[in-house]
C-alpha cells in the first residue's frame, strides 16, 4: 500500500504549468524528503495532492492505497487519511483550536455518532503537553494571532490527533527556534509507523537530522530530477542546487 | 360616558379626564401617523430595505389589534407591565428620536399598551429574560431603567410564530451613572419585524446586541445618546446576523455624543447568502462642543452568494474639534483559504462553511460577552 504519483502535470488556473510529469511512489512506513531550490514546485505539489482549488491537473494520477485520489474531494481526501501542514498555516478567526479539531474528528466518525468530549479533551491536553504548547490554545480561535512558530506547532498538533495515513510536511522547519524545532520533529518521531508516510518538504538539512528521512528527491522546474539517500541531502547542503541547474539547463 | 353608579362625582371627573387625555393621545398619534411619510425607497432613511413592498401592510397594522405574550423570567419585582395609561412612559415614547421611522412611531403609539418596564434597582444575579412572542401583530413597548452603580444583564426575545407574523417594538434602555448593563435583543420567525431602540447613556457602561434570524423583513433602529463623560462611561453596540433566501435586514444606528470625552464602539457584522439583502446605514453625531470624543464605528459583511446583496452607508458627522472618530465598512466573499485549511482537515463542505460564517460573526458576540458585567 502506497501513495503513487504517476506523469502528474499541474498548473495555477488559468496559468503556467508549475508540475511537469512527476512521478513518485511513498510506500507505508517510509519518510520521503522532497528539496528544491524555491520555485521548483514543491509546495504546489503538496496543495496540488489536497485538492486545492486554485490548481488544476492538466495531466497523470494519484492513487492512495488504491483509490483514485483526484477524484475525492478536499475533505474526502483527508477522511481517507491524506494530511497537509501548511507552510502558512491559515487563521480562521472566531472559530477555536478545540472545537475546529472536534468537527474534524466527527467527521471520521459514523453519521449521528459524536466523540467523547472528555476522552476528547484529555488526548488534546497530552498531545499539547507533548509539543510543549500552553493548553490556553484550546480555546482561542485557530492560529489567530498565533506566532510562526505557533502555527506550525498548531498544524503538527493537528496531525497528531487526526493521525493520518499519509502527512505531507511542507517546511515544517520554517519560523522555528532550534529548542521548537526539536519538539516538533520529536513528536513527528513518535508518529512514525510501518502503516503510515511522510512526505517531508523543506530546504534545509537541519530538520532531516532530526527527522531521518529514508528516501531523498530533488524536485526541479516541476519534476523530480534526482533520488537518493542522505548523501544527496549532505552533497545538496555542501553544493546547493547548482548542480541540478547545471545539469538540466 | 356611562359611570359607575356609585362612583363619586370627583373620581367621575378624574375618569373623564384619563379617557379625554387618552383619547387625545390616540387622536395625535393618528396625526403623527398620517402626516409623516410612510416607508418610501425614495426617502434616504429608506433607500435599498425595500420599504414599497412593505408600505401597504404597514399600513393595515394601524387598525389591526395588537396581540401577543409577554413573559418575563427571574426578574423579581422590578417587572411592571406597560399600561395604556401611563402617561410618563408614553410620553418617553412620543419623544423617541427616530431615524426615519416616525410615521411608524405613530403606529406604536395607537396600539401603546403592551409590554414591560423594568426597574433595576439591584444587580441582577442572573440575566433577566423578557419574551414577545405572537402568531398576529404584536406591538410592545420595553422600559429598562437601571440604577446608579447597579450591574444588570438583560435577554429581549421576540418570537414569531406564524408565516405573517408581525412585531415592532419600541425598547427605551436607561443607564445611570456607575451603572453597567448588558443587553441583547434577538428576534426570529417573522414576516416582518420592527424595532425602534433608544439608548440613553448617563454615565454607565452598556453594551447592546442584535441578532435577527429567519425573519423575512427586519428594520432596525438603534439610537443611542450619551449625556456623560468620565471614567467608566461606554456605549458598544454590536449585531450579529446570518441572512438566507430572499431575506432584507435594513439597520440603522446614531451614536450620539451629546457632551465630550466618552466612547463609543459599534460593530455590525453580517453573513449574507443566497439572494439576500442588508443595508447598514450608520451615523455618528459630536455636538458642538463634544471635544475628546472617541467613536468607531465598523459595518463587515460576508458575501456567501452572487446573488447576495449588500448597501453599507457608514457617516460622520462632527461637529466638534480635537475628536477621535473613523468609522469603516468591508465587505467580501469568503475567504477561501480558510474555507480549504478547514476542507483539508476532513470538515465536510457545509459545516465548514457555517463554521466560518460562524466564526465571522462570534467576533461581534464575543465582544458582547466580554463587556464587563456582573459575572
Given at each position: 500500500?502506497?501513495?503513487?504519483?504517476?506523469?502528474?502535470?499541474?498548473?495555477?488556473?488559468?496559468?503556467?504549468?508549475?508540475?511537469?510529469?512527476?512521478?513518485?511512489?511513498?510506500?507505508?512506513?517510509?519518510?520521503?524528503?522532497?528539496?528544491?531550490?524555491?520555485?521548483?514546485?514543491?509546495?504546489?505539489?503538496?496543495?496540488?495532492?489536497?485538492?486545492?482549488?486554485?490548481?488544476?491537473?492538466?495531466?497523470?494520477?494519484?492513487?492512495?492505497?488504491?483509490?483514485?485520489?483526484?477524484?475525492?474531494?478536499?475533505?474526502?481526501?483527508?477522511?481517507?487519511?491524506?494530511?497537509?501542514?501548511?507552510?502558512?498555516?491559515?487563521?480562521?478567526?472566531?472559530?477555536?483550536?478545540?472545537?475546529?479539531?472536534?468537527?474534524?474528528?466527527?467527521?471520521?466518525?459514523?453519521?449521528?455518532?459524536?466523540?467523547?468530549?472528555?476522552?476528547?479533551?484529555?488526548?488534546?491536553?497530552?498531545?499539547?503537553?507533548?509539543?510543549?504548547?500552553?493548553?490556553?490554545?484550546?480555546?482561542?480561535?485557530?492560529?489567530?494571532?498565533?506566532?510562526?512558530?505557533?502555527?506550525?506547532?498548531?498544524?503538527?498538533?493537528?496531525?497528531?490527533?487526526?493521525?493520518?495515513?499519509?502527512?505531507?510536511?511542507?517546511?515544517?522547519?520554517?519560523?522555528?527556534?532550534?529548542?521548537?524545532?526539536?519538539?516538533?520533529?520529536?513528536?513527528?518521531?513518535?508518529?512514525?509507523?510501518?502503516?503510515?508516510?511522510?512526505?517531508?518538504?523543506?530546504?534545509?538539512?537541519?530538520?532531516?537530522?532530526?527527522?531521518?528521512?529514508?528516501?531523498?528527491?530533488?524536485?526541479?522546474?516541476?519534476?523530480?530530477?534526482?533520488?537518493?539517500?542522505?548523501?544527496?541531502?549532505?552533497?545538496?547542503?555542501?553544493?546547493?542546487?547548482?548542480?541540478?541547474?547545471?545539469?538540466?539547463? | 360616558?356611562?359611570?359607575?353608579?356609585?362612583?363619586?362625582?370627583?373620581?367621575?371627573?378624574?375618569?373623564?379626564?384619563?379617557?379625554?387625555?387618552?383619547?387625545?393621545?390616540?387622536?395625535?398619534?393618528?396625526?403623527?401617523?398620517?402626516?409623516?411619510?410612510?416607508?418610501?425607497?425614495?426617502?434616504?432613511?429608506?433607500?435599498?430595505?425595500?420599504?414599497?413592498?412593505?408600505?401597504?401592510?404597514?399600513?393595515?397594522?394601524?387598525?389591526?389589534?395588537?396581540?401577543?405574550?409577554?413573559?418575563?423570567?427571574?426578574?423579581?419585582?422590578?417587572?411592571?407591565?406597560?399600561?395604556?395609561?401611563?402617561?410618563?412612559?408614553?410620553?418617553?415614547?412620543?419623544?423617541?428620536?427616530?431615524?426615519?421611522?416616525?410615521?411608524?412611531?405613530?403606529?406604536?403609539?395607537?396600539?401603546?399598551?403592551?409590554?414591560?418596564?423594568?426597574?433595576?434597582?439591584?444587580?441582577?444575579?442572573?440575566?433577566?429574560?423578557?419574551?414577545?412572542?405572537?402568531?398576529?401583530?404584536?406591538?410592545?413597548?420595553?422600559?429598562?431603567?437601571?440604577?446608579?452603580?447597579?450591574?444588570?444583564?438583560?435577554?429581549?426575545?421576540?418570537?414569531?410564530?406564524?408565516?405573517?407574523?408581525?412585531?415592532?417594538?419600541?425598547?427605551?434602555?436607561?443607564?445611570?451613572?456607575?451603572?453597567?448593563?448588558?443587553?441583547?435583543?434577538?428576534?426570529?420567525?417573522?414576516?416582518?419585524?420592527?424595532?425602534?431602540?433608544?439608548?440613553?447613556?448617563?454615565?454607565?457602561?452598556?453594551?447592546?446586541?442584535?441578532?435577527?434570524?429567519?425573519?423575512?423583513?427586519?428594520?432596525?433602529?438603534?439610537?443611542?445618546?450619551?449625556y456623560a463623560a468620565g471614567e467608566g462611561t461606554e456605549t458598544r453596540l454590536y449585531s450579529a446576523n446570518r441572512l438566507t433566501g430572499s431575506e432584507v435586514l435594513d439597520q440603522h444606528t446614531r451614536q450620539v455624543h451629546h457632551v465630550g470625552g466618552a466612547a463609543s464602539d459599534?460593530?455590525?457584522?453580517?453573513?449574507?447568502?443566497?439572494?439576500?439583502?442588508?443595508?447598514?446605514?450608520?451615523?455618528?453625531?459630536?455636538?458642538?462642543?463634544?471635544?475628546?470624543?472617541?467613536?468607531?464605528?465598523?459595518?463587515?459583511?460576508?458575501?456567501?452568494?452572487?446573488?447576495?446583496?449588500?448597501?453599507?452607508?457608514?457617516?460622520?458627522?462632527?461637529?466638534?474639534?480635537?475628536?477621535?472618530?473613523?468609522?469603516?465598512?468591508?465587505?467580501?466573499?469568503?475567504?477561501?483559504?480558510?474555507?480549504?485549511?478547514?476542507?483539508?482537515?476532513?470538515?465536510?463542505?457545509?459545516?465548514?462553511?457555517?463554521?466560518?460564517?460562524?466564526?465571522?460573526?462570534?467576533?461581534?458576540?464575543?465582544?458582547?460577552?466580554?463587556?464587563?458585567?456582573?459575572?
Amino acid at each position: 500500500m502506497s501513495l503513487i504519483i504517476r506523469n502528474l502535470h499541474a498548473r495555477v488556473k488559468d496559468g503556467a504549468e508549475i508540475l511537469n510529469g512527476i512521478n513518485l511512489e511513498i510506500p507505508k512506513g517510509e519518510v520521503h524528503a522532497i528539496m528544491g531550490p524555491n520555485g521548483s514546485g514543491k509546495s504546489t505539489l503538496s496543495k496540488v495532492l489536497c485538492g486545492h482549488p486554485a490548481y488544476e491537473i492538466t495531466a497523470g494520477s494519484v492513487e492512495m492505497d488504491g483509490q483514485d485520489l483526484l477524484s475525492m474531494s478536499v475533505d474526502e481526501r483527508s477522511r481517507a487519511g491524506l494530511f497537509l501542514a501548511f507552510q502558512y498555516p491559515v487563521e480562521v478567526p472566531g472559530v477555536s483550536n478545540a472545537n475546529f479539531l472536534r468537527a474534524a474528528l466527527e467527521a471520521r466518525l459514523p453519521k449521528g455518532e459524536e466523540i467523547n468530549v472528555v476522552d476528547f479533551y484529555k488526548q488534546l491536553r497530552g498531545r499539547m503537553k507533548e509539543l510543549g504548547m500552553d493548553t490556553k490554545f484550546t480555546a482561542r480561535a485557530v492560529n489567530e494571532g498565533f506566532s510562526g512558530g505557533e502555527k506550525k506547532r498548531n498544524d503538527v498538533l493537528q496531525m497528531m490527533m487526526l493521525e493520518p495515513t499519509y502527512a505531507i510536511l511542507d517546511e515544517t522547519d520554517s519560523g522555528l527556534d532550534v529548542d521548537a524545532l526539536r519538539v516538533v520533529s520529536d513528536g513527528v518521531n513518535a508518529m512514525r509507523a510501518p502503516f503510515r508516510s511522510f512526505m517531508v518538504i523543506t530546504h534545509y538539512k537541519r530538520l532531516l537530522d532530526y527527522i531521518r528521512p529514508d528516501v531523498v528527491h530533488v524536485l526541479y522546474k516541476g519534476k523530480i530530477v534526482r533520488t537518493g539517500g542522505f548523501e544527496l541531502v549532505d552533497y545538496i547542503e555542501a553544493h546547493g542546487f547548482d548542480f541540478v541547474r547545471n545539469e538540466e539547463e | 360616558m356611562d359611570f359607575p353608579q356609585n362612583m363619586s362625582m370627583e373620581e367621575a371627573f378624574a375618569l373623564a379626564e384619563a379617557e379625554a387625555k387618552l383619547q387625545q393621545a390616540l387622536n395625535e398619534s393618528r396625526e403623527r401617523f398620517d402626516q409623516a411619510a410612510l416607508p418610501d425607497r425614495l426617502n434616504e432613511d429608506w433607500r435599498f430595505g425595500r420599504p414599497h413592498r412593505h408600505a401597504a401592510a404597514l399600513a393595515e397594522l394601524f387598525d389591526t389589534p395588537s396581540c401577543g405574550e409577554a413573559r418575563v423570567l427571574r426578574a423579581g419585582e422590578c417587572a411592571v407591565p406597560v399600561s395604556a395609561e401611563d402617561d410618563d412612559l408614553r410620553q418617553t415614547e412620543m419623544l423617541m428620536p427616530t431615524i426615519g421611522s416616525d410615521a411608524l412611531l405613530g403606529l406604536h403609539l395607537q396600539q401603546f399598551g403592551a409590554g414591560y418596564a423594568l426597574y433595576i434597582e439591584e444587580d441582577t444575579k442572573e440575566p433577566i429574560v423578557l419574551e414577545y412572542s405572537t402568531d398576529s401583530f404584536y406591538a410592545p413597548s420595553t422600559y429598562i431603567m437601571v440604577a446608579p452603580g447597579v450591574k444588570a444583564e438583560i435577554e429581549e426575545r421576540h418570537t414569531g410564530n406564524a408565516a405573517e407574523s408581525a412585531l415592532f417594538a419600541t425598547r427605551n434602555i436607561h443607564v445611570a451613572e456607575g451603572a453597567q448593563l448588558r443587553v441583547s435583543l434577538r428576534s426570529s420567525g417573522f414576516a416582518r419585524h420592527m424595532s425602534i431602540t433608544n439608548i440613553q447613556n448617563l454615565g454607565g457602561r452598556v453594551s447592546h446586541l442584535t441578532q435577527h434570524s429567519s425573519n423575512a423583513w427586519t428594520r432596525e433602529e438603534t439610537v443611542a445618546e450619551i449625556y456623560a463623560a468620565g471614567e467608566g462611561t461606554e456605549t458598544r453596540l454590536y449585531s450579529a446576523n446570518r441572512l438566507t433566501g430572499s431575506e432584507v435586514l435594513d439597520q440603522h444606528t446614531r451614536q450620539v455624543h451629546h457632551v465630550g470625552g466618552a466612547a463609543s464602539d459599534l460593530l455590525y457584522k453580517n453573513v449574507v447568502d443566497d439572494s439576500a439583502t442588508a443595508v447598514f446605514a450608520g451615523n455618528i453625531y459630536v455636538a458642538p462642543g463634544a471635544h475628546h470624543t472617541d467613536a468607531y464605528q465598523s459595518n463587515r459583511n460576508m458575501l456567501l452568494s452572487e446573488k447576495a446583496t449588500i448597501h453599507s452607508l457608514p457617516g460622520l458627522e462632527i461637529l466638534a474639534d480635537k475628536v477621535r472618530c473613523s468609522h469603516g465598512s468591508a465587505s467580501a466573499p469568503m475567504d477561501e483559504e480558510q474555507l480549504f485549511y478547514l476542507l483539508s482537515r476532513g470538515i465536510p463542505r457545509q459545516e465548514a462553511l457555517q463554521l466560518v460564517a460562524e466564526g465571522f460573526l462570534a467576533d461581534a458576540t464575543n465582544r458582547f460577552y466580554a463587556a464587563e458585567t456582573n459575572d
